[in-house]
């Protein structure tokens, strides 16, 4: 097998070690841009191994030539990030946009403590008026307090056909990228 592809092999486990790293980061907003960053090269990187290697196998090339990955939505929405981060954003200065939101939703919970009573006040016929008696739940222990629950998305809200799940969307470019190394080797 030639050694650009299998390159390209590298470089999906390089990205899926990234996407790994996402995934465990997902309450640290900025380690999660760190590691996609990490993930769009290294994912990148596995077409253009195979794109040079189709200049010693003539099978190869035949094959690359008939390849169409690049106009697929989301390969062409990740090398548009990728594209961006790496050239854009080094070359001209800019700051590039941040295509991630994250979306935090805190739920607390309180509990509440129902206790039922009953006082009754009996007032008699010739105005006599007997003492309250009260009938009621015994006192119950203090409950512990709920910790809050924060749970955190994070959404591309730039994707062509709406916003979509970072994790998601990740996943499907991976295994999409795997597919077309695999048909690569076979060629090869």
Known sequence: MATNVMQAR???TEAQFFYGQMTEARDAPDHITFYLSAFLTAA???RDYIGSETHA???LKAWWDQQT???E???AYFDTRRN???HLEIKKGKASPDPVQQNVNVALTERVRVSESITIQVTRTDGTVEPPITYADPPSP???DLPATITRSYVFQDYPTGPIDVFTACHHYLLRLKRFVEEAERVV
């Open 10 to 12: 590298h470089k999906i």
């Open 44 to 46: 990148r990187s596995v």
């Open 57 to 59: 196998n003539t099978a």
């Open 69 to 71: 990955i690049h106009l």
């Open 73 to 75: 939505p989301i390969v």
């Open 84 to 86: 961006y981060e790496v």
């Open 142 to 144: 203090p409950l512990p």
